[in-house]
């Protein structure tokens, strides 16, 4: 089964609208989450690192007011998409990698199966 | 900046061939890389990995070859099924530390026909 769990896969909300998605480990212990950014036919760009317990280090470019990120457990990560407009439309993509370092399964890191996020 | 990217956008192949899939990356540093597989909806899967100690490495049906010195990555999927259609991406870890980040490189689409 699923070893990171997002949610929700799909939302479809109107423009100025806050939307929370949760990246969820389901097997092992995370402290390191990562959130990815992918628009359609291109490839997965990272938006942040999200670690346990401090804040989240962001990519240059990647605007911290407007995709707050929230790592308060182990197993628990979210991205808030303040105020979002219609060019935030994209999928969202979260990872997880195992505190040991070692990796879960031998995987360096696990990922969810994204939100699908329209903004009308 | 240092990025991992493919050669080809897409690839056509028919059911039963082999395929090979290819990457180059820029960064001498990254020792660690990961094929992944992306199917339309979904998160990626993981394929198999390789490390800058090895040359090759192979798995159920597909091996991954990583050439250091022209700094080139493939993976080769043998008897491509329908199923086998995706995208996929190769991946490095410039730095195999807890806390570090994949880069991805841009993904090559594999169509299987029957």
């Known amino acids: 089964g699923a070893v990171v769990s997002q949610h929700p896969s799909r939302v479809i909300c109107k423009s100025g609208t806050s939307v929370k998605i949760e990246c969820r480990s389901l097997d092992f212990q995370a402290t390191t989450m990562f959130w990815y950014r992918q628009f359609p036919k291109q490839s997965l760009m990272l938006m942040a690192t999200?670690?346990?317990?401090?804040?989240?280090?962001?990519e240059q470019g990647v605007e911290k007011d407007k995709f707050l990120i929230n790592h308060a457990s182990l197993t628990l990560s979210t991205l808030t998409v303040t105020s979002a407009h219609p060019e935030d439309s994209s999928f969202y993509i979260c990872?997880?990698?195992?505190?040991?370092?070692?990796?879960?399964?031998?995987?360096?890191?696990?990922f969810g199966d994204g939100t699908r996020l329209s903004i009308l | 900046g240092e990025s991992v990217g493919l050669h080809l956008p897409t690839l056509s192949v028919q059911e039963g061939d082999n395929s090979i899939i290819n990457c180059a990356y820029s960064n001498s540093a990254s020792d660690y890389f990961i094929w992944y597989k992306q199917e339309s909806g979904k998160g990626p899967q993981f394929i198999i990995d390789?490390?800058?100690?090895?040359d090759k490495r192979q798995g159920q049906r597909v091996t991954v070859l990583l050439n250091k010195t022209v700094k080139h990555l493939s993976l080769q999927i043998a008897a491509t099924q329908p199923g086998d259609s995706a995208v996929y991406f190769c991946?490095?870890?410039?730095?195999?530390?807890?806390?570090?980040?994949?880069?991805f490189g841009k993904g090559t689409t594999l169509s299987v026909s029957s």
């Open positions: 990872s997880a990698r195992d505190r040991t370092g070692k990796g879960y399964s031998n995987q360096p890191q696990h």
């Open positions: 999200s670690n346990e317990g401090s804040k989240a280090t962001y």
């Open positions: 390789i490390r800058s100690n090895m």
């Open positions: 991946a490095e870890n410039p730095r195999r530390q807890a806390g570090t980040a994949l880069i």
